[in-house]
């Protein structure tokens, strides 16, 4: 199996490969190539999650508008943020920022090496007893992983998991080689999932696929789902899941 190969579409779910991607551009990004990993198109996903390279120097044409709630995860380079003359901060590879779906920005690579990014983007879903989140930002490193009750299985929150007011949490789970989840999970959530470290074997439904690192998986809501990662190394990845709603 080629590498192209391992990109897949099933029921309740996609696997897309570096090998799969088609970029494509958006005007805030010009020239710049952004790959759609997935977006409302693929139902019923809520979510846009996008790949976006940035130039050396390079970065938004313009400022992007208000509208939705954003979060920017880098995985190379260096990205500022800015929201206003005042208020911007330069995000290094495993930096993230959060902005509320009030809050316009523009972003910039550094000077002297291109960047890339993840964003995230969806309709804010409020609930009449929180005010939405303000704007945050940090750095996977700010805080340890905390364990979890499976030994060599680990998690760092880069949202708060506990403030009703966010509509949907980023974590990273970690795997020591070997190590998976417990169980096949079946959940009313929906995932963006990007591997960032290592690999392994990733159950969807009724199919299994062996994923490796910048790999990226969609799963609908109820799409069954469990994960171990191979025996080689540790295994990492980002995880969106939409939270404190109840699905109407
Ligand atoms: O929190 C989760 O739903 C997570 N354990 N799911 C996953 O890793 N596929
Ligand atoms: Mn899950």
Redesign the pocket.
């Known amino acids: 199996m080629t590498d192209a190969d391992r990109g897949a579409l099933g029921h309740g779910y996609t696997v897309v490969t570096p090998a799969n991607h088609y970029p494509s551009r958006l005007p805030e990004f010009g020239d710049q190539p952004v790959v759609k990993l997935v977006t409302p198109r693929m139902a019923p996903s809520r979510i846009g999650e996008y790949l976006v390279s940035l130039h050396a120097g390079g970065g938004t044409t313009r400022r992007v508008g208000a509208g939705y709630e954003r979060f920017f995860y880098v995985l190379d380079g260096a990205v500022t943020v800015r929201i206003a003359a005042s208020e911007r901060r330069t995000l290094p590879a495993g930096g993230f920022a959060y902005l509320p779906s009030d809050t316009a920005y523009e972003l910039r690579a550094g000077d002297d090496a291109p960047a890339r990014l993840l964003i995230v983007k969806r309709q804010y879903e409020g609930h009449a007893a929180h005010d939405a989140p303000g704007a945050l930002s940090g750095h996977r490193d700010d805080q340890p992983f905390a364990p979890t009750a499976v030994a060599g299985f680990t998690r760092r929150e880069l949202l708060p998991v506990d403030d009703p007011a966010f509509d949907f949490a980023m974590?990273l789970?970690r795997f020591e080689p070997g190590v998976g989840?417990d169980k096949i999970?079946v959940?009313d959530?929906e995932?963006g999932?990007w591997m960032t470290e290592g690999g392994g074997t990733y159950v969807l439904g009724t199919d299994e696929h062996a994923v490796q690192a910048e790999d990226f998986i969609y799963?609908a809501p109820y799409c069954p789902?469990?994960?171990t990662a191979s025996a080689d190394g540790p295994a990492e990845?980002l995880?969106y899941?939409d939270t404190w709603r109840d699905g109407f």
């Open positions: 974590s789970l989840l999970e959940h959530e995932h999932l799963m789902q469990g994960f990845y995880l899941k």
